[in-house]
């Protein structure tokens, strides 16, 4: 895994109609192994993926079937399917919390999303497909909001 530099890139709709898009790559407060992004309370239909860097240029990060002991996910022509996490995107997910953790593992040819929790959610809805962290005692805990994101929301109530 030291040797699969990783990059998370965000896709987002924010009101304006044009699609925002954020990558770890490009932000200098991220790592190749740690990357974190707070996205505004409005954004909608957001989109999530990963890509891995080598020296001989750029490829995707692709599903996986967790309960198939990992084996790639393919679509009917037999094609790996893109790992493609997306988040609000219709408007009963509106008032979802999103507070997502994503861990990936394996190597540069070979990289996938090992496991994955949204820490924000109901718990009393069912889990996400893409939700798979095993043990309870182990996922992770919602973070408390930033006190500017709960600023900046109050202000931009109607």
Known sequence: DVLCIRSMEVEWE??????QSWSSWNDWLA???EAEKMLPSSATDVKVS????TVSGTSSVYRVNHTKRNAWVRDYNGKCVL???WLRSDAEDMSQRID??????????GCYMRRAWNAGADRKASRQHWEW???????????ALPEVLVAADKSAAP
């Open 133 to 143: 962290w095993g043990e309870a005692s182990e996922r992770p805990e919602p973070e």
């Open 83 to 85: 790992e493609e996490i």
């Open 31 to 33: 790592g190749w192994y």
């Open 14 to 19: 924010n009101g304006t109609g044009v699609r």
């Open 100 to 109: 997502v953790v994503f861990e990936l593992a394996g190597p540069m040819l």
């Open 50 to 53: 990963f890509k891995v860097r």
